[in-house]
């Protein structure tokens, strides 16, 4: 069965440190990756897109990477803010399911 | 600005009522969607449809079913409110034509947080 795992639940990182968040999926073959951003109490905001054909994506200090052969994108989050604090949702497909996020804290 | 709006941020039902939960967004999209978000379990798709009177079963869609009478409004209907349907429900839309597979990004409702006793 098709399955959309994110690395963990919650990652807590200091203040001005690269947060590196991982996306692994298992029975899709997604032409493209999202990436999306959730603070308490409201729906989920879209972040980022990647396609297949692409390696890499950048904007401002989100970077994402999309490996096809391992079936993995990756997220990360340079010199992040407090203001990153947030969760993390991935979703690998054209029908729209999600991982279950990873609650990202940054300390000051 | 696209504008997705749920009609309850929060609803308190009973047990064997019937529910419904409204969704409107503004932007003409053709694709909507109905997710519920539990804790550990992420967002869980319900039901999605692609245009009025289309529906499609998500993974979950048991103990519920929904209605798009125009292109606007898609109803999340609980026909006998559970206990386990305590969740916080998500709506969503997409521009997209022709169904669900382009890559547009989805829009977001803030939620409704709904509980039953």
């Known amino acids: 069965s098709q399955k959309i795992e994110q690395n963990s639940e919650a990652l807590n990182i200091q203040e001005g440190k690269t947060a590196t968040l991982t996306c692994n999926y298992t029975?899709?073959?997604?032409?493209?990756l999202q990436w999306y951003r959730q603070d308490p109490g409201r729906g989920p905001v879209f972040l980022l897109l990647?396609?297949?054909?692409?390696k890499e994506k950048r904007k401002e200090r989100l970077k994402v990477t999309f490996d096809t052969t391992l079936k993995q994108s990756l997220f990360h989050i340079t010199a992040s803010q407090p203001a990153d604090s947030a969760t993390y949702l991935c979703?690998?497909?054209?029908?729209?399911?999600f991982g279950a996020g990873t609650r990202l804290t940054v300390k000051p | 600005d696209v504008k997705v709006t749920q009609s309850s941020r929060y609803l308190v039902k009973r047990t064997g009522e019937k529910v419904f939960l409204e969704c409107v967004q503004d932007?003409?999209?053709?694709?909507m969607f109905w997710y519920r978000q539990d804790p550990g379990l992420g967002l869980r798709l319900i039901y999605f449809?692609?245009?009025?009177?289309?529906?499609e079963k998500g993974d979950i869609p048991e103990g519920y079913s929904v209605s798009r009478e125009k292109k606007e409004r898609f109803s999340l209907i609980l026909e006998s409110a559970s206990t386990n349907q305590t969740s916080m429900y998500l709506c969503?839309?997409?521009?997209?034509?022709?169904?669900?597979?382009?890559?547009?990004?989805?829009?977001f409702g803030n939620g409704t947080r709904l509980t039953v006793t």
């Open positions: 969503a839309s997409t521009p997209s034509s022709g169904g669900v597979g382009k890559n547009s990004p989805l829009h």
């Open positions: 029975n899709y073959s997604p032409a493209y």
């Open positions: 990647i396609r297949e054909n692409e």
């Open positions: 979703a690998p497909s054209r029908d729209m399911r």
């Open positions: 932007m003409d999209h053709e694709n």
């Open positions: 449809s692609y245009d009025v009177k289309m529906k």
